[in-house]
Nanobody, 127 residues
Framework: QVQLVESGGGSVQAGGSLRLSCAAS????????MAWFRQVPGKEREGVAS????????DYADSVKGRFTISRDNAKRTVYLQMNSLKSEDTDMYYC????????????????????WGQGTQVTVSS
């Protein structure tokens, strides 16, 4: 079982930045694909960014390319999402997700690829 705890959300004005963190409570994350999703009530959970276990493969949603950067520190068992040039439409609850140990993730921005989820952290961008 992997427990994920997000932090770093908050309120910011449009054009500002936030950095989200996700700490995993497992012994090692070096074989786990990790990702960030976002969702507002009543809408489908949207994949924002994903990163492979070693960090060599990264995917972004078109809506965040050039503005968001995902990274990971396996020694700290933590994944990050740096969000710059925030827009009001980025307002959402953001969730961290982790795959099963050693899983081959074929579609890294789809929720069904992930078995473990954090509780979410709210990001609010005011215009």
């Amino acid at each position: 079982q992997v427990q994920l705890v997000e932090s770093g959300g908050g309120s910011v004005q449009a054009g500002g930045s936030l950095r989200l963190s996700c700490a995993a409570s497992t012994y090692s994350v070096s074989s786990i694909h990790m990702a960030w999703f976002r969702q507002v009530p009543g809408k489908e959970r949207e994949g924002v960014a994903s990163i492979s276990p070693g960090g060599s493969s990264i995917d972004y949603a078109d809506s965040v390319k050039g503005r968001f950067t995902i990274s990971r520190d396996n020694a700290k068992r933590t994944v990050y999402l740096q969000m710059n040039s925030l827009k009001s439409e980025d307002t959402d609850m953001y969730y961290c997700a982790a795959s099963r140990l050693g899983a081959w993730v074929r579609t890294p921005l789809r929720p069904y690829e992930y078995n473990y989820w954090g509780q979410g952290t709210q990001v609010t961008v005011s215009s």
